[in-house]
């Protein structure tokens, strides 16, 4: 099982690989980006927007990064609790034990 699942990542790799490839080699007009503040060099569209698809990744990342760290911070309460909830209801359990005749 574990190499079908190679199998298939491999694929899908090697699929976006070509497209990538394909998009690359399509979109080879030079461009220049020219923003409200400044306006960068001429590269080709490709370029522009594959740098556009990673800043907005690593954007979506850091903004959803407070989110992972409160529910990673709840979890870790959460787990803390339960784990105080087991031993005292196995201090109860024992309890109820020594209290039987």
Known sequence: MRWLKGLITAI???VVL???ILFATNNQQ???LDLIWAELPEASLSVWLLSSLAVGVLLGMLA???VYLR???TLTR???HN??????LD???IQEMKELP
Do not use: F, H, N, W
Request: glycine residues 8%; without cysteine.
């Open 12 to 14: 899908i790799l090697l």
């Open 18 to 20: 070509i497209v990538g």
């Open 91 to 93: 201090r109860l359990r």
């Open 64 to 66: 959803m990064s407070g």
């Open 83 to 88: 784990q105080q909830q087991r031993k005292e």
């Open 71 to 73: 529910l990673r911070a």
């Open 30 to 32: 030079t461009v220049p």
């Open 78 to 80: 959460a787990q803390r």
